[in-house]
């Protein structure tokens, strides 16, 4: 780094201009500036809506959005979570869940109603499959299957010996199979008789669905595989995944099996009141993936989507393919191998953990964390809402244009937006607020951290194919902190001054030469005093930051700590130390300022300023005197004595260098060096006969020295 003087053009003195490396700098990287910019969060795609909330209205592969499904929503209180799904014989639906529940959910028109259809002597309910009128039931943790009559009466049909039974299928010729845990078995089930079928190595069979000709398959949660057992009871491995987990099966309209493999297990175990019980996974995962595979037996494998939620709980059939249940946010996707995703429903619970087909083109969507029932179609839906993630700024911003792209059809649509500086959002938010309509409404919501929009569709056929909402950050000053002044002459160097190693040659007695390098000494010995580049040079440390993230440059300024206007020293600085020529000033306290500016980031007339002030420290660049020196020459021996003075600081040392040798510390009078004057007194031993250089140098606090000399004739000892 240059030193630059420009008290050298407003102070008179003496100048000095050094060129030296700063040492221990902080630098500010540069970047585009924000503040000034007027930007835009926009979604147009599939993932933008990945953590939104939607219902009646879907969004296409294309990141299109239009009017889908009917979607109603019915809370099961009774229950936190549910593990399975089905529609019974007489189209009622039953949920299986904790607390040993099973709940009936009978469709009323548009809206319907849960009674408990039967309640288990167990922890968790964790599978369902039809059994004529009733329902056959897996539970947990004591492994227990029970068939549930049409009017909630309960037999226990088998003790599984296992822990969980996760999934339940109708056997050929009759009985069942049982998807078990923890020691992943698919078990057979006739009437009090249970045996193992096949005996993998997985901890647990967490999915299971029944194929053609009497066939099933399982998949498991530690290797990843998908296992088959056909009509004559041999086992088969259909697939291994590269993922860790088989979390759901189902079969689509095309005749292909379709998985969904996790990357990281969908289900933990917490401790519960008698025992662990297992619980969807409500903690966000790091890097998890969840991917939907579509296989043909003995043919091919493939995977056809990857979910934007870490995790797919439930599958089921579709005309469309496969509908596709997710968390940790409640979403429901239509997949079609061929075209893509549609995002049926992201609804605000947080986990789809079960589905299941009306019959008539409609699906039920059971939710957990808090459990209920959405019921998606068959009907097309109306109106629909879409309410957008929740932007962050980062900082506190203003929100202007909030527009949607497309073609309304016939429909009526309103974007209504508000904003907070909570996440998750509460009721310190703003209300909804419409800004007006018009080819560029804009939101009326008050400058925040974070925003949201909601978009209402009602009637017609439209396609929205982006929503955009401009924001701009309010500029905020920037700081300066920790301004520190080293002492005279630390912080810098020119160049090196510490002892360097280089090759040294030497010739031998017998010719040779040869080439060698020696070492640095371990401890160097200390400079005494500042070498003369050095005197008068101070630098300056501070740490800058700027809350919106733009670009800051400097002014240093510099004034006599008792008062007075500012003087500029350097302006236009980049970089976070400085160092500078102090010569041109007068001894004295000073105080130093630093005020960063982020104009290179902001609009005109919007720059803001930051400034610290330093504590006062000294400036000494005027050399200590010796005003008395005395060489008085002795047989064998010199005594030298003196007296010494500073006008601003403390002397630190005195030494004594007899004919240019190595200087040696005299201790003053008084055994310390610690006032501005000080006398000395000391005898230069074994010192040979003849004329000899005696010379003192005096160095006070600040670096500064003064040496003076005296010739003596040294007599030969008696």
């Given at each position: 780094?240059?030193?630059?003087?420009?008290l050298?053009?407003?102070?008179?003195?003496?100048?000095r201009?050094?060129?030296?490396?700063?040492?221990a700098?902080?630098?500010?990287?540069?970047?585009?500036?924000r503040?000034?910019?007027?930007?835009?969060?926009?979604?147009?795609?599939?993932?933008?809506?990945?953590?939104?909330?939607?219902?009646?209205?879907?969004?296409?592969?294309?990141?299109?959005?239009?009017?889908g499904?009917?979607?109603?929503?019915?809370?099961?209180?009774?229950l936190g979570?549910?593990?399975?799904?089905?529609?019974?014989?007489?189209?009622?639906?039953?949920?299986?869940?904790?607390?040993?529940?099973?709940?009936?959910?009978?469709?009323q028109?548009?809206?319907?109603a849960?009674?408990?259809?039967?309640?288990?002597?167990?922890?968790q309910?964790?599978?369902?499959a039809?059994?004529?009128?009733?329902l056959?039931?897996?539970?947990?943790?004591?492994?227990?299957?029970y068939?549930?009559?049409?009017?909630g009466?309960?037999?226990?049909?088998?003790r599984?010996?296992?822990?969980?039974?996760?999934?339940?299928?109708?056997?050929?010729g009759?009985g069942?199979?049982?998807?078990?845990?923890?020691?992943?078995?698919?078990?057979?089930?006739?009437?009090?008789?249970v045996?193992?079928?096949?005996?993998?190595?997985?901890?647990n069979?967490?999915?299971?669905?029944?194929?053609?000709?009497?066939?099933?398959?399982?998949?498991g949660?530690s290797?990843?595989?998908?296992?088959?057992?056909?009509?004559?009871g041999?086992?088969?491995?259909?697939?291994?995944?590269?993922?860790?987990?088989?979390?759901?099966?189902?079969?689509?309209a095309?005749?292909?099996?379709?998985?969904a493999?996790?990357?990281?297990?969908?289900?933990?175990?917490?401790?519960?009141?008698?025992?662990?019980?297992?619980?969807p996974v409500?903690?966000?995962?790091?890097?998890?993936?969840?991917?939907?595979?579509?296989?043909?037996?003995?043919?091919?494998?493939?995977?056809v989507?990857?979910?934007?939620?870490?995790f797919?709980?439930?599958?089921?059939?579709?005309?469309?393919?496969?509908?596709?249940?997710?968390?940790?946010?409640?979403?429901?996707?239509?997949?079609?191998?061929?075209?893509?995703?549609?995002?049926?429903?992201?609804?605000?619970?947080?986990?789809?953990?079960?589905?299941?087909?009306?019959?008539?083109?409609?699906?039920?969507?059971?939710?957990?964390?808090?459990?209920?029932?959405?019921?998606?179609?068959?009907?097309?839906?109306?109106e629909?809402?879409?309410?957008?993630?929740?932007?962050?700024?980062r900082?506190?911003?203003?929100?202007?244009?909030?527009?949607w792209?497309?073609?309304?059809?016939?429909?009526?649509?309103?974007?209504?937006?508000r904003?907070?500086?909570?996440?998750?959002?509460?009721?310190?938010?703003?209300?909804?607020?419409?800004g007006?309509?018009?080819?560029?409404?804009?939101?009326?919501?008050?400058?925040a951290?974070?925003?949201?929009w909601?978009?209402?569709?009602?009637?017609?056929s439209p396609?929205?194919?982006?929503?955009?909402?401009a924001?701009?950050?309010?500029?905020?000053?920037?700081?300066?902190?920790?301004?520190?002044?080293?002492?005279?002459?630390?912080?810098?160097?020119?160049?090196?001054?510490?002892?360097?190693?280089?090759s040294?040659t030497?010739a031998?007695p017998?010719g040779?030469?040869?080439?060698?390098?020696t070492?640095?000494?371990?401890s160097p010995r200390?400079?005494?005093?500042?070498?003369?580049?050095?005197r008068?040079?101070?630098?300056?440390q501070?740490?800058?930051?700027?809350?919106?993230?733009?670009?800051?440059?400097?002014?240093?300024?510099?004034?006599?700590?008792?008062?007075?206007?500012?003087?500029?020293?350097?302006?236009e600085?980049?970089?976070?130390?400085?160092?500078?020529?102090?010569?041109a000033?007068?001894d004295?306290?000073?105080?130093?300022?630093?005020?960063?500016?982020?104009?290179?980031?902001?609009?005109?007339?919007?720059?803001?300023?930051?400034?610290?002030v330093?504590?006062?420290?000294?400036?000494?660049?005027?050399?200590?005197?010796?005003?008395?020196?005395?060489?008085?020459?002795?047989?064998?021996?010199?005594l030298?004595?003196?007296?010494?003075?500073?006008?601003?600081g403390?002397?630190?040392?005195?030494?004594?260098?007899?004919?240019?040798?190595?200087?040696?510390?005299?201790?003053?009078?008084?055994?310390?060096?610690?006032?501005r004057?000080?006398?000395?007194?000391?005898?230069?031993p074994?010192?040979?006969?003849?004329?000899?250089?005696?010379?003192?140098?005096?160095?006070?606090?600040?670096?500064?020295?003064?040496?003076?000399?005296?010739?003596?004739?040294?007599?030969?000892?008696?």
């Open positions: 780094m240059s030193i630059r003087r420009p050298a053009s407003r102070l008179a003195g003496p100048a201009l050094a060129w030296v490396a700063v040492l700098c902080t630098f500010v990287g540069s970047r585009p500036a503040a000034a910019e007027t930007q835009w969060w926009t979604s147009d795609t599939p993932e933008d809506y990945a953590k939104s909330e939607a219902r009646g209205l879907v969004v296409r592969p294309d990141g299109a959005i239009e009017l499904p009917l979607a109603r929503f019915t809370a099961a209180e009774s979570v549910v593990w399975a799904a089905v529609v019974m014989k007489d189209g009622s639906v039953a949920l299986a869940g904790d607390r040993g529940l099973v709940l009936r959910y009978r469709p028109g548009s809206d319907g849960f009674t408990v259809l039967a309640r288990l002597r167990v922890g309910v964790l599978s369902l039809v059994d004529g009128d009733g056959m039931a897996g539970t947990g943790p004591d492994g227990l299957v068939r549930i009559g049409v009017r009466d309960t037999t226990l049909v088998a599984t010996g296992e822990r969980y039974v996760w999934g339940l299928a109708p056997a050929a009759g069942w199979y049982a998807a078990t845990g923890t020691r992943g078995r698919l078990l057979r089930l006739r009437g009090r008789d045996r193992i079928v096949l005996d993998t190595e997985e901890s069979l967490v999915s299971m669905t029944s194929g053609p000709r009497g066939t099933v398959f399982a998949g949660d290797r990843g595989r998908i296992y088959r057992v056909g009509g004559d041999e086992p088969r491995t259909v697939y291994d995944a590269s993922e860790d987990e088989v979390r759901a099966l189902a079969f689509g095309d005749g292909a099996l379709y998985a493999a996790l990357s990281a297990s969908a289900v933990s175990e917490e401790e519960g009141e008698a025992a662990q019980r297992p619980t409500k903690s966000a995962v790091t890097g998890g993936r969840a991917v939907i595979y579509r296989i043909v037996p003995d043919s091919v494998a493939a995977s989507w990857t979910s934007p939620q870490p797919v709980f439930a599958l089921a059939g579709s005309p469309a393919g496969v509908v596709v249940g997710t968390g940790n946010r409640a979403g429901v996707y239509a997949v079609d191998p061929v075209s893509g995703a549609t995002q049926w429903l992201q609804g605000p619970q947080g986990q789809i953990t079960a589905l299941a087909g009306d019959g008539r083109g409609g699906i039920y969507a059971a939710t957990s964390n808090p459990a209920g029932l959405w019921r998606i179609g068959p009907g097309k839906a109306a629909g809402e879409l309410l957008s993630q929740v932007f962050d700024a900082r506190f911003a203003a929100f202007g244009a909030v527009r792209r497309g073609e309304a059809g016939g429909s009526t649509v309103r974007l209504s937006t904003s907070g500086n909570s996440d998750p959002l509460d009721s310190t938010w703003s209300a909804w607020s419409r007006g309509s018009g080819d560029e409404p804009r939101s009326a919501s008050p400058p951290r974070y925003f949201q909601r978009l209402e569709v009602k009637g017609g396609r929205i194919e982006a929503v955009e909402a924001w701009r950050e309010r500029n905020l000053p920037p700081r300066v902190e920790e301004l520190i002044v080293a002492p005279q002459g630390q912080g810098f160097r020119e160049g090196t001054l510490a002892p360097r190693s280089e040294v030497q031998l017998g040779q030469k040869v080439e060698y390098s070492p640095a000494a371990t200390p400079l005494r005093d500042l070498p003369v580049f050095a008068g040079l101070r630098t300056l501070w740490r800058g930051s700027d809350p919106n993230g733009d670009a800051l440059t400097y002014v240093v300024s510099v004034r006599n700590e008792s008062g007075g206007s500012w003087i500029e020293v350097d302006k600085l980049e970089s976070s130390a400085f160092t500078w020529d102090t010569g000033l007068p004295g306290r000073y105080r130093v300022r630093v005020v960063a500016t982020d104009a290179a980031g902001n609009a005109i007339g919007e720059a803001l300023t930051g400034e610290a330093s504590a006062p420290f000294r400036i000494d660049n005027t050399a200590p005197q010796v005003t008395e020196m005395a060489a008085d020459p002795a047989p064998g021996s010199i030298v004595s003196g007296h010494a003075e500073d006008a601003t403390p002397l630190t040392r005195v030494e004594v260098s007899l004919d240019n040798d190595d200087w040696r510390l005299i201790t003053p009078d008084g055994g310390l060096a610690d006032e004057t000080l006398s000395f007194r000391a005898s230069i074994e010192v040979a006969p003849g004329e000899h250089t005696v010379s003192v140098r005096v160095v006070d606090l600040a670096g500064n020295t003064v040496t003076r000399a005296r010739r003596v004739t040294v007599i030969r000892a008696r």
